[in-house]
């Protein structure tokens, strides 16, 4: 008999570690899918936290381009329009005093007429840089054509290009975006990169848009994140994300630039 309760203790014993063992290894798992879980979460959060901080960047790269683009636009209209217009002023009150010799007429009336010309050259020149007319005249593919001909005609670099790009591929509003890129990164070619040779090109491929840009500047270190987020770059990765874009970019100390950007075309751009 005490045997018989002797293996039966034995038994219980065993059992009651077996439950042990089974609500040590239950509470181990929840607290792995606990820690699990809660890791996810925290990678979810950072994230999510890292995308809001890219788009307040980006947001934040779009306020400062538009608010140089102000200063720009005003400081022209200041230094161009406003200075030639006194100009007028004043010449047009000569004429109104009316004491004046034939002579003194007819030079008086060619300065009025000389400063009006000049007048509306300037605002055809700050209106061409708001929107150049050819882009919305003729179209992407012309303007960007037109961009680097009076760069390779002004010597200061040499472009290279190949444009097949479908007319009305992307909204005018996107033409412009890229047209503006383009017109950042040749810029940024000849002011930082003393690049002499570049070349664009453009091409559609599987519902896509294929923009690849090349320098033979000095290039820069990839590694240093100002050289990536200066003003300039800022701003094209602000148009670029504004295009539904995505964007590489290589460059060396010595090797020159690229960048190959990719559009995805929005639902009301596909045909």
């Known amino acids: 008999m005490e045997e018989f309760f002797a293996q039966e203790n034995q038994v219980i014993t065993i059992v009651l570690i077996g439950v042990l063992m089974l609500l040590l290894m239950g509470v181990a798992l929840l607290l792995f899918f606990f820690f699990s879980r809660k890791?996810?979460?925290?990678?979810?959060?950072?994230?999510?936290?890292?995308?809001?901080?890219?788009?307040?960047?980006?947001?934040?790269?779009?306020?400062?381009?538009?608010?140089?683009?102000?200063?720009?636009?005003?400081?022209?209209?200041?230094?161009?329009?406003?200075?030639?217009?006194?100009?007028?002023?004043?010449?047009a009150n000569l004429l109104k005093d009316g004491e004046l010799s034939p002579e003194e007429y007819l030079i008086v009336n060619n300065g009025i007429l000389e400063a009006t010309d000049k007048t509306l050259e300037s605002a055809r020149k700050i209106a061409h840089n708001l929107l150049p007319p050819i882009l919305e005249e003729f179209g992407f593919k012309d303007a960007v054509e037109e961009l680097a001909d009076t760069f390779n005609n002004s010597?200061?670099?040499?472009?290279?290009?190949?444009?097949?790009?479908?007319?009305?591929?992307?909204?005018?509003?996107?033409?412009?975006?890229?047209?503006?890129?383009?017109?950042?990164?040749?810029?940024?070619?000849?002011?930082?990169?003393?690049?002499?040779?570049?070349?664009?090109?453009?091409?559609?491929?599987?519902?896509?848009?294929?923009?690849?840009?090349?320098?033979?500047?000095?290039?820069?270190?990839?590694?240093?994140?100002?050289?990536?987020?200066?003003?300039?770059?800022?701003?094209?990765?602000?148009?670029?994300?504004?295009?539904?874009?995505?964007?590489?970019?290589?460059?060396?100390?010595?090797?020159g630039f690229k960048i190959l950007i990719v559009i995805y075309p929005q639902d009301d751009e596909k045909n």
């Open 155 to 255: 010597r200061k670099i040499n472009i290279a290009y190949t444009i097949n790009y479908p007319n009305k591929y992307l909204n005018p509003q996107n033409e412009l975006h890229l047209f503006r890129i383009t017109q950042e990164l040749i810029n940024n070619s000849v002011r930082h990169g003393k690049a002499n040779n570049s070349t664009i090109h453009i091409s559609q491929k599987n519902n896509k848009l294929i923009f690849s840009y090349t320098d033979n500047g000095i290039g820069f270190n990839t590694d240093n994140i100002d050289n990536k987020k200066g003003l300039g770059m800022k701003n094209i990765e602000s148009r670029i994300s504004l295009l539904n874009g995505q964007y590489s970019i290589g460059s060396e100390i010595g090797n």
């Open 39 to 91: 890791k996810i979460v925290e990678k979810e959060l950072e994230k999510r936290n890292l995308e809001v901080t890219h788009q307040k960047e980006i947001i934040q790269s779009i306020i400062i381009t538009q608010e140089e683009e102000r200063k720009r636009i005003a400081q022209d209209l200041h230094d161009d329009i406003s200075s030639k217009l006194n100009v007028i002023n004043l010449n």
